[in-house]
């Protein structure tokens, strides 16, 4: 690909789901390195000095949750999800177009329920103290709707990208 | 409609017990209750029901994350505190034990009747047998993610090393611990003994097992079966105490053809009560429990 | 439940994501019948990604990216050389056991078969092997990777099992050095009937010496990984973090392919590839909450009982449906469909969750390399250009291995349990 692009690829808002694409994975990786280094330091600690960071296993997970919620939602912007796509990639474009665009719809219907209804849930039992860090789990479980709220930006961006792409060219 | 969730097995004291309640519960309320037991962690793990109980998709549990539902239950747990099984469960059918299960009520649960989640916590290892709380500085040994054990063995000068359930007989074949705590029944089960030489009664600790009901659930019930209700569960517990506590005492039998067991005499016992005085002391201290509430607590298994 | 089953394949066929299309028959299945249990969806997707065992998946993708990065390839195919390349089809069978070496190391089958293809498939082309056979071999030696330990895939039936990751570890070890033996007799055949090439290998003592030191480094991993797994020095995550911190230093300083300027991006890689499997496991949690909650594995149980099968024969039905949901459906979400519906059923007919693991693992190897879906065959047709049917007729020879060790390990549960029992009690 050369040469300048076509206009409906360099629209405001998809200039603006790629920069938040590239925030949002420059934040994943400083958590999975922070998470590497915590992990090995809790080995070295374990075996050399025969100590530990209480805790610290506790907040890898922790963080490791936050890099799903978050690393999910950035999926749905790169198109990179695990499905089948036999049939689909087998239909002709304009089929296709419409089957892709009523996938991206349910999938915003599916991350709006669980938006609402996380925030239900961690009304109920987000005070819950964790055991081992004393801090309220909430602040954990938050990364759910979080993460449900960036997939259905991404799900919109994806649908006006959708929409704006011409039937004819087939890369979409 | 009750539904009962749990992460035991079908062959264990808690799995039976429940169909026990479960028996009990429909015949004496003449069918308007229904029970429905999943067992083996089908609806999630035991931190996981717990919050499933507090939404009420799910109607009742039981299981270790009794802090979800209130803190002061680790007062059961505090190390050395009681020396003898009748009296915990003394303690946690007295009014004390109401005192303390009823301060779940504002987080959203109903605690019917409180047991023993199996039997004291013994120690075994493979250096030498363990009588005064000198014989357990230094050794290193294996013990779970609870706060509870891990700064008991801190306090003693052990050094607690974490490693997954499942790993530990290799570990201690290997000798990356020395040793490890658990009831009779996890050591005869997982093998534990095939690696270990000694095992000491320690009897140190005891996990408390209360039956947790959604709060709203229990409060929608008629009078007639509120009462009904409340017997079922306390002889549901009471079968399960007695029946656990046998099996335990079978699996420690067992354990004495395979190990060297020694028993800790009444005068070292106050050695252990007074190295892990520290212990107790943190837990008053951050405000868990009153030093008043432990005095209550022996006092009522007495 | 038809409701669920239905809902999640037309979701699954229109291309919906597996993770989306689990949560959205979930959803539909609540909206219908359990309209007052809906709220425990937030608390079952939590569950998911709540899991310290698969915190060890980013860990063992971003150590295979290391070690790939680090130029460690070239090194083994050496190292293998030196055995079996002056036998007749010596580059075919150089490739099988890089392969099994490979294993050893990487957790999963899709990088094995695309750093060993990208050196191998040319090189066997050159020699005049027939491209098909060479794209073939090279997708079905790749099954390798994920059947011997350590192995992504086993991590993740781990966690949908609760069982310790190194007893799994060690229950796949057999069946994947079986996989391999019987590969190398295959080739061996195929290589005598048709004539190919031995390989020139320069035996001289210095030369072996310099082939042994470079692939060493490469060698010791497995026994660091695994090792430290099974004895219970370290758990599933610590040892891919030491695994991936070892491929790390030896990729930087002593096979010196890594800069540290391509971390960032194989770390980011890394993460992205785990939330794509770790929002599937969140979200099948839904799914098999229902699966529970409607008691279907104890209508499964009831079926192999009114069917009177045995264990064995329980088994090797159960080893059908893998292979067959292995040619549609992804590894990963196939063990996530699979474990919770049929090991509660298998249980209860006595079957070792550790036998079902090794079934079920090298099962699912297979339809990496069977289409329609199969990552493997993907990877290799489009390092040799040939189409992923051709790959797969080439493969199918070499894939008998795999059937064979399937249904050995169908028949005898002592080649997955003995090793495990024997070293972890
Ligand atoms: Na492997
Ligand atoms: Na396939």
């Keep these: 690909m050369s040469g300048p692009a076509p206009a409906y690829q360099v629209h405001p808002v998809l200039r603006a789901e790629k920069l938040l694409m590239q925030c949002l994975t420059w934040l994943l990786?400083?958590?999975?390195?922070?998470?590497?280094?915590?992990?090995?330091?809790?080995?070295?600690?374990?075996?050399?000095?025969?100590?530990?960071?209480?805790?610290?296993?506790?907040?890898?997970?922790?963080?490791?949750?936050?890099?799903?919620?978050?690393?999910?939602?950035?999926?749905?912007?790169?198109?990179?999800?695990?499905?089948?796509?036999?049939?689909?990639?087998?239909?002709?474009?304009?089929?296709?177009?419409?089957?892709?665009?009523?996938?991206?719809?349910?999938?915003?219907?599916?991350?709006?329920?669980?938006?609402?209804?996380?925030?239900?849930?961690?009304?109920?039992?987000?005070?819950?103290?964790?055991?081992?860090?004393?801090?309220?789990?909430?602040?954990?479980?938050?990364?759910?709707?979080?993460?449900?709220?960036?997939?259905i930006l991404f799900s919109i961006t994806r649908l006006i990208a959708l929409i704006m792409t011409p039937l004819a060219d087939p890369s979409n | 409609n009750f539904k009962f969730a749990h992460s035991q097995p079908d062959s264990s004291v808690r799995h039976k017990s429940m169909l026990f309640f479960k028996e009990a519960l429909e015949k004496e309320s003449k069918g308007r209750i229904s029970v429905e037991v999943f067992s083996g962690s089908q609806l999630g793990s035991e931190p996981e029901v717990m919050d499933m109980v507090k939404m009420g998709t799910v109607q009742g549990t039981r299981g270790g994350a009794f802090t979800k539902a209130n803190k002061k239950f680790l007062i059961y747990t505090l190390p050395f505190l009681y020396d003898s099984t009748d009296a915990v469960l003394k303690a946690m059918r007295s009014d004390f034990g109401t005192h303390i299960a009823d301060a779940a009520k504002d987080n959203g649960y109903y605690i019917p009747a409180t047991g023993v989640a199996g039997g004291f916590r013994v120690v075994t290892n493979n250096k030498h047998a363990i009588n005064t709380p000198d014989d357990v500085a230094g050794l290193k040994i294996r013990t779970p993610g609870i706060e509870t054990i891990i700064k008991t063995f801190e306090a003693l000068g052990a050094s607690p090393t974490s490693i997954p359930y499942g790993e530990v007989y290799m570990a201690l074949k290997m000798g990356v611990a020395d040793g490890q705590e658990n009831p009779p029944s996890n050591i005869s089960v997982m093998k534990f003994y095939e690696a270990q030489k000694y095992l000491s009664l320690l009897n140190y600790q005891i996990h408390p097992d209360p039956l947790f009901v959604n709060l709203k659930w229990y409060e929608s019930l008629p009078d007639d079966l509120k009462t009904v209700f409340d017997k079922v569960s306390r002889e549901a517990m009471e079968w399960s105490d007695e029946h656990w506590l046998a099996s335990e005492a079978d699996y420690l039998k067992f354990l004495g053809d395979k190990l060297e067991v020694n028993e800790v005499s009444a005068d070292n016992r106050a050695k252990f009560v007074e190295k892990v005085r520290p212990v107790w002391d943190f837990y008053i201290q951050n405000g868990t429990f009153s030093e008043d509430e432990v005095k209550q607590a022996i006092e009522a298994g007495k | 439940m038809l409701l669920?089953?239905?809902?999640?394949?037309?979701?699954?066929?229109?291309?919906?994501?597996?993770?989306?299309?689990?949560?959205?028959?979930?959803?539909?299945?609540?909206?219908?019948?359990?309209?007052?249990?809906?709220?425990?969806?937030?608390?079952?997707?939590?569950?998911?990604?709540?899991?310290?065992?698969?915190?060890?998946?980013?860990?063992?993708?971003?150590?295979?990216?290391?070690?790939?990065?680090?130029?460690?390839?070239?090194?083994?195919?050496?190292f293998c050389m030196l055995f079996v390349g002056r036998l007749r089809g010596?580059?075919?069978?150089?490739?099988?056991?890089?392969?099994?070496?490979?294993?050893?190391?990487?957790?999963?089958?899709?990088?094995?078969?695309?750093?060993?293809?990208?050196?191998?498939?040319?090189?066997?082309?050159?020699?005049?092997?027939?491209?098909?056979?060479?794209?073939?071999?090279?997708?079905?030696?790749?099954?390798?990777?994920?059947?011997?330990?350590?192995?992504?895939?086993?991590?993740?039936?781990?966690?949908?099992?609760?069982?310790?990751?190194?007893?799994?570890?060690?229950?796949?070890?057999?069946?994947?050095?079986?996989?391999?033996?019987?590969?190398?007799?295959?080739?061996?055949?195929?290589?005598?009937?048709?004539?190919?090439?031995?390989?020139?290998?320069?035996?001289?003592?210095?030369?072996?010496?310099?082939?042994?030191?470079?692939?060493?480094?490469?060698?010791?991993?497995?026994?660091?990984?695994?090792?430290?797994?099974?004895?219970?020095?370290?758990?599933?995550?610590?040892?891919?973090?030491?695994?991936?911190?070892?491929?790390?230093?030896?990729?930087?300083?002593?096979?010196?392919?890594?800069?540290?300027?391509?971390?960032?991006?194989?770390?980011g890689e890394a993460i992205l590839s785990s939330a794509n499997v770790m929002i599937i496991i969140a979200f099948s949690g839904v799914f098999t909450w229902i699966l529970a909650l409607e008691h279907v594995t104890q209508m499964i149980g009831m079926l192999f009982v009114q069917l009177q099968l045995g264990p064995t024969t329980a088994m090797l039905a159960v080893a059908v449906v893998i292979l067959l949901i292995g040619f549609f459906v992804d590894v990963s979400p196939a063990i996530l469909l699979l474990t919770p519906v049929f090991l509660p059923a298998l249980k209860m007919l006595g079957v070792s969750p550790i036998q079902f693991g090794a079934v079920l693992i090298s099962g699912l190897a297979v339809g990496l390399v069977t289409p329609p879906v199969g990552m493997c065959l993907n990877v290799c047709a489009s390092v040799s250009g040939e189409s992923i049917l051709s790959v797969f007729r080439g493969a199918l020879p070499f894939l008998l291995a795999n059937f064979l060790v399937v249904l050995l390990l169908c028949l005898f549960p002592a080649l997955s349990t003995w090793l495990p029992a024997l070293l972890m009690g």
């Excluded at chain 3, 229109?14 to 959205?24: K, N, Q």
């Excluded at chain 3, 580059?91 to 899709?110: P, Q, R």
């Excluded at chain 3, 060493?216 to 758990?235: E, K, N, W, Y």
């Design chain 3, 90 to 267: 010596g580059l075919g069978l150089v490739s099988v056991l890089t392969a099994m070496v490979f294993g050893g190391i990487s957790g999963s089958s899709v990088s094995d078969a695309a750093s060993i293809g990208q050196v191998m498939i040319p090189a066997m082309k050159n020699k005049g092997y027939p491209v098909r056979t060479a794209t073939g071999l090279i997708a079905a030696s790749s099954t390798m990777g994920m059947i011997i330990p350590p192995s992504i895939p086993m991590v993740i039936y781990a966690f949908a099992a609760s069982e310790s990751v190194g007893r799994l570890f060690l229950g796949s070890l057999i069946a994947g050095v079986m996989v391999g033996v019987f590969m190398l007799g295959i080739v061996l055949i195929i290589a005598h009937r048709n004539s190919f090439p031995c390989e020139e290998v320069d035996l001289a003592p210095a030369r072996v010496l310099r082939s042994t030191l470079e692939g060493l480094p490469a060698l010791l991993m497995p026994l660091i990984v695994v090792g430290s797994v099974v004895t219970g020095i370290a758990t599933a995550t610590e040892s891919a973090a030491v695994g991936a911190l070892y491929a790390l230093l030896v990729g930087l300083f002593v096979y010196r392919g890594l800069t540290f300027r391509d971390l960032p991006k194989l770390f």
């Design chain 1, 29 to 151: 990786t400083a958590l999975f390195g922070l998470i590497f280094v915590m992990v090995v330091i809790l080995v070295i600690m374990r075996y050399g000095f025969n100590s530990t960071i209480v805790g610290g296993s506790e907040a890898t997970v922790m963080m490791f949750i936050y890099t799903t919620a978050l690393g999910a939602a950035v999926d749905i912007a790169r198109g990179k999800h695990i499905r089948i796509d036999a049939l689909i990639d087998s239909l002709p474009p304009r089929a296709k177009a419409w089957l892709e665009g009523i996938n991206l719809i349910l999938i915003g219907i599916l991350q709006a329920m669980l938006l609402y209804y996380s925030i239900e849930w961690i009304s109920v039992v987000g005070s819950s103290e964790d055991p081992v860090l004393h801090i309220a789990e909430g602040l954990v479980e938050v990364a759910i709707p979080i993460g449900c709220a960036f997939a």
């Design chain 3, 4 to 78: 669920l089953i239905g809902s999640l394949v037309l979701f699954m066929l229109i291309g919906v994501p597996i993770a989306y299309s689990m949560g959205l028959s979930g959803l539909l299945y609540f909206l219908v019948y359990q309209p007052d249990l809906i709220a425990v969806l937030p608390a079952r997707v939590y569950a998911g990604m709540n899991s310290s065992v698969m915190l060890s998946l980013p860990l063992f993708i971003v150590m295979g990216h290391l070690m790939n990065h680090g130029g460690l390839t070239g090194r083994l195919i050496e």
